[in-house]
């Protein structure tokens, strides 16, 4: 894109709050093919948008791989035609999905922002105006060398640009819905959208889009609390058909110690079950030989997720369970940081 070029943003509307209007029968979405009568302020950006929109828009309740990789056909297949992509999300799985599209995306060297609204435009205090305006101007963003700011999947929300892959929804009322504890905010929006340019994602080489479309959702999520017993832990790694674990544990990632235990971990490990530890806290990570809880837990096969947050972590064991590769192969890249998920000590 040259200085006197127009940008060009696909807006890609997966449902959500953000595209409803109030109507006789009730929130409806609208006709993203009718965007600027709704939002009219778009217009004063002088960008050249367009947008598609899922034939049934969904409440992201519903989202799933097979939606995933709708969105990802969609940046695909309009990759070469469009300076950057936004796309619009409730709020509910919008860390997943930012998560998943993180790892979908190979090569990804464009903007991809998704953003969403706590209350639907049209309404008297709602949000999603100034999110969708702020959203597309991220989307639009160049540095001193003139190319894209943001090179990465990125949620941007109310005041903030966070990484995707580290993002979490931590309020159900709140208008600052997204926080990522553990990694520096990307940006700042308030009268000027400051960008934290030693954070943000660069490429030493500029590869062609790799989209990953194999997603495997063989997965389930073990939460720890006092007093679980033997016959839930046993009966959840039995589970038929799952392939990986991601443990919730406590604090630096510690679990009970008591041998019923740790023999149910070592025995799930040794028939090939991955298990992932990820701390139930918000902020902080796994130090899992910190303490000698933890340290039972790696004597046991249990794979450190360092500070990674649970919707990164279940999209990654999905995308690396869907790549084809070795057990072994997988417990290394879970150690790694791929799309900058982790901080790896």
């Given at each position: 894109?040259?200085?006197?070029?127009?940008?060009?943003?696909?807006?890609?509307?997966?449902?959500?709050?953000?595209?409803?209007?109030?109507?006789?029968?009730?929130?409806?979405?609208?006709?993203?093919?009718?965007?600027?009568?709704?939002?009219?302020?778009?217009?004063?950006?002088?960008?050249?948008?367009?947008?598609?929109?899922?034939?049934?828009?969904?409440?992201?309740?519903?989202?799933?791989?097979?939606?995933?990789?709708?969105?990802?056909?969609?940046?695909?297949?309009?990759?070469?035609?469009?300076?950057?992509?936004?796309?619009?999300?409730?709020?509910?799985?919008m860390a997943y999905t930012a998560s998943a599209l993180a790892f979908m995306l190979r090569n990804l060297r464009k903007p991809v922002v998704i953003?969403?609204?706590?209350?639907?435009?049209?309404?008297?205090?709602?949000?999603?105006?100034?999110?969708?305006?702020?959203?597309?101007?991220?989307?639009?963003?160049?540095?001193?060398?003139?190319?894209?700011?943001?090179?990465?999947?990125?949620?941007?929300?109310?005041?903030?640009?966070?990484?995707?892959?580290?993002?979490?929804?931590?309020?159900?009322?709140?208008?600052?819905?997204?926080?990522?504890?553990?990694?520096?905010?990307?940006?700042?929006?308030?009268?000027?959208?400051?960008?934290?340019?030693?954070?943000?994602?660069?490429?030493?080489?500029?590869?062609?889009?790799?989209?990953?479309?194999?997603?495997?959702?063989?997965?389930?999520?073990?939460?720890?609390?006092?007093?679980?017993?033997?016959?839930?832990?046993?009966?959840?790694?039995?589970?038929?058909?799952?392939?990986?674990?991601?443990?919730?544990?406590?604090?630096?990632?510690?679990?009970?110690?008591?041998?019923?235990?740790?023999?149910?971990?070592?025995?799930?490990?040794?028939?090939?079950?991955?298990?992932?530890?990820?701390?139930?806290?918000?902020?902080?990570?796994?130090?899992?030989?910190?303490?000698?809880?933890?340290?039972?837990?790696?004597?046991?096969?249990?794979?450190?997720?360092?500070?990674?947050?649970?919707?990164?972590?279940?999209?990654?064991?999905?995308?690396?369970?869907?790549?084809?590769?070795?057990?072994?192969?997988?417990?290394?890249?879970?150690?790694?940081?791929?799309?900058?998920?982790?901080?790896?000590?």
């Open positions: 894109m040259t200085d006197t070029q127009k940008p060009r943003i696909l807006i890609i509307y997966t449902g959500g709050t953000i595209g409803m209007v109030e109507t006789p029968n009730g929130l409806q979405p609208f006709d993203f093919s009718h965007l600027m009568d709704n939002v009219p302020k778009i217009g004063n950006l002088g960008y050249d948008i367009q947008s598609v929109q899922f034939p049934q828009p969904i409440d992201s309740s519903n989202m799933n791989p097979t939606y995933w990789n709708q969105i990802v056909k969609d940046i695909a297949d309009r990759y070469d035609d469009f300076d950057g992509f936004v796309i619009l999300h409730g709020t509910d799985t953003t969403g609204s706590q209350l639907p435009i049209g309404d008297t205090r709602e949000d999603g105006t100034e999110n969708l305006i702020s959203a597309l101007q991220v989307a639009a963003a160049r540095d001193e060398n003139g190319d894209p700011m943001i090179q990465e999947v990125v949620i941007s929300f109310q005041d903030y640009i966070v990484r995707g892959c580290r993002s979490t929804k931590f309020t159900s009322t709140g208008f600052h819905a997204f926080k990522s504890f553990n990694y520096p905010n990307l940006g700042t929006i308030d009268l000027h959208i400051d960008y934290a340019k030693p954070y943000l994602m660069r490429h030493d080489t500029k590869l062609p889009l790799d989209p990953f479309y194999s997603m495997d959702p063989n997965i389930l999520v073990l939460w720890l609390y006092p007093g679980i017993t033997p016959d839930v832990v046993k009966s959840q790694l039995a589970t038929p058909g799952i392939k990986a674990v991601v443990l919730r544990t406590f604090g630096a990632g510690n679990a009970p110690t008591e041998q019923w235990f740790l023999d149910a971990l070592t025995d799930a490990v040794s028939k090939g079950l991955i298990i992932y530890n990820v701390t139930q806290c918000l902020n902080g990570g796994d130090e899992q030989k910190r303490y000698y809880t933890g340290d039972m837990l790696s004597k046991a096969g249990v794979i450190t997720g360092y500070d990674i947050t649970v919707e990164a972590a279940v999209t990654k064991l999905m995308y690396l369970l869907g790549s084809g590769l070795t057990t072994d192969q997988i417990k290394d890249y879970l150690t790694t940081s791929i799309v900058g998920e982790i901080t790896v000590d």
